[in-house]
């Protein structure tokens, strides 16, 4: 189910110094995880993937994510040690139109010797926040018994 994000995280996608990984999956299972900068998020919410390379295990993995319906993962990290995960699914690979001509012209503006091979449309359907002192407390919250004998001495 598709869900709405929220200001602060396309925030995160539009800054060009926030470094997103996204991870996919080959028809094997096995993951193939890359640093992409080619994300946005278009009005409706969804994910907006470009891929330059036609022949890329990326590219390869998200078409196999759309014939088996699979997700896929996306973190956004920014230098301020904020992170979220975003889990969604791959619903649509644009390859000619007018959707894919504005991303193509902007690709051929930054990049005069690159071609757009696939504009991808990823639903975001789960977003969880993994902010490494966020996770901390919440783990700490919720599981307080686990934690190492140790550090309730006090010395």
């Known amino acids: 189910m598709a869900i709405k994000l929220s200001k602060e995280i396309k925030e995160l996608f539009e800054d060009k110094d926030t470094l997103k990984v996204l991870a996919t999956t080959d028809k094997n299972g096995t993951p193939h995880v890359v640093f992409k900068n080619s994300f946005h998020i278009n009005e409706e919410g969804q994910l907006v993937y470009l891929e330059i390379i036609e022949t890329s295990e990326t590219n390869r993995n998200l078409v196999s994510s759309i014939w088996f319906n699979r997700k896929v993962a996306v973190n956004v990290f920014r230098n301020d040690k904020k992170s979220y995960q975003i889990k969604g699914k791959p619903i649509k690979a ?23 091979s696939t504009v991808w449309i990823i639903e975001p359907e789960e977003v969880k926040e993994e902010t490494f002192n966020i996770r901390i407390e919440k783990e700490a919250k919720e599981h307080p018994l686990l934690i190492h004998l140790d550090r309730l001495v006090k010395s």
Not at 94 to 116: A, C, M, N, P, T
């Open 94 to 116: 644009l390859i000619s139109g007018r959707i894919f001509e504005k991303y193509y012209k902007e690709v051929r503006s930054k990049f005069e010797d690159l071609d757009l």
